[in-house]
């Protein structure tokens, strides 16, 4: 998928790190609605801190993975695939939303989260200062196609940030 690489491991319906604590905060990176209209992908895993008017929140998205057929809600047209997203309030009230978090088709097509597809899932709401989410975004993936990017969009559609095999 990434290049011809990408280390999958099924997704259970416990998905995720079981609260597993020994995965180590990454340092993050920032930032702002002014972001270029180009972004360089950071690494899965790696934080990005995202400024609204709301207030500014750290994402991370990881773990790109085909999800199976019984772990799915909706069943998929294509492959189901998810990703781990985890969302920290650092200031402020930030609204969030699963579908602000698009993935990209090795074509350059856009993948609509598949929101609910899987659980626990992202969907929306705000997180007062100091508060987390953490969930599952899915994107039903057509046949032959494969996702390169995750792309996190603000509600007019401007790519804020993007996450890739790095």
Known sequence: MFG?????????????NS????????PSTPVSSSAAATLEAVAFGTKVDIASADGTAAYTV?????????AQIVPAKGT???????????????????????ARG???????????AVRPGITSGQLPQGQQV?????????????????????????VLAVWGAG
């Open 106 to 116: 090795a074509d350059g097509s856009n993948i609509a989260p598949a929101v609910g």
């Open 62 to 70: 990881d773990n790109l993975q085909p999800v199976p057929p019984d």
């Open 134 to 158: 953490a969930g599952h975004v899915a994107y039903d993936v057509p046949q032959g196609q494969t996702i390169t990017a995750i792309q996190f969009r603000d509600p007019k559609g401007k």
């Open 4 to 16: 011809g690489v990408l280390a999958v491991a099924l997704i259970s319906a416990g998905c995720g």
């Open 19 to 26: 609260g597993s604590t020994a995965h180590q905060p990454t």
């Open 80 to 102: 189901m695939y998810a990703v781990d997203v985890t969302i920290v309030a650092k200031s402020g009230t930030p609204a969030y939303n699963g579908f602000y978090i698009v």
